[in-house]
Structures are given as C-alpha cells and as structure tokens.
C-alpha cells in the first residue's frame, strides 16, 4: 500500500535550521503533486508548502524566504529546508501526496523552535 513517511523533526533554537525529509513508497511519487502542511499545538492544520509533479513550487507568507520545498522524484522523496526558525514554527509537520482520486498523508513528525 502507499506509505509517505516523514523524518528530520527535532528541538532546535531560534535562528536554527532543519530538514524534513517525506519519502513516498508504494507509488510513484512522480505522479503526485506534493504538500507539507503543519498543526500548531492548538491551532489548524495549515498548508506550508506544495509543489507540483513537474516542480512548481509555492509556500506560504509566513515561511516564504525560509523555508524550501524540493523533490527527488529518483529517490521517491520530498525535503523541506527550513532556515531561521521562529517559536512560532513550532508544530507537528505532515506531508501529502495527491492526484486525482487519490490522496495520502503521512503520520507526522514534531518539529520545537524554543531555547
């Protein structure tokens, strides 16, 4: 069955970096247009970043020069770099991967921006 499997979350400070990794098995993630959403304790899931199967990519306000969302279509998975991290960036992160008639997300991984 299709799995997406996130990776890379972790404590780190304020001004700090990580890198998510979201890899896809039991499909061809060429295919599928490509999400990372987060849920801050609290707060609403939110779409962060996408890009598409041929690798347009787009974030949100709140991450845009920070964050970069990229894809190895050969290795199956997606990456989001995140740079210059804020409390405020704190969350679960979750991928997803859609095409029609079909959408599958990952279980998540923490990600906590505090010193």
């Known amino acids: 069955q299709v799995q997406l499997v996130e990776s890379g979350g972790g404590l780190v400070q304020p001004g700090g970096s990580l890198t998510l990794s979201c890899v896809v098995s039991?499909?061809?993630?060429?295919?599928?247009?490509m999400d990372w959403y987060r849920e801050p304790p609290g707060k609403r899931r939110e779409l962060v970043a996408s890009i598409t199967n041929s690798g347009t990519a787009n974030s949100a306000d709140s991450v845009k020069g920070r964050f970069t969302i990229s894809r190895d279509n050969a290795k199956n998975t997606m990456y989001l770099q995140m740079n210059s991290l804020r409390p405020e960036d704190t969350a679960v992160y979750y991928c997803?991967?859609?095409?029609?008639?079909?959408?599958?997300w990952g279980q998540g991984t923490q990600v906590t921006v505090s010193s």
């Open positions: 997803k991967g859609k095409r029609i008639g079909y959408e599958y």
């Open positions: 039991g499909t061809l993630m060429r295919f599928y247009d």
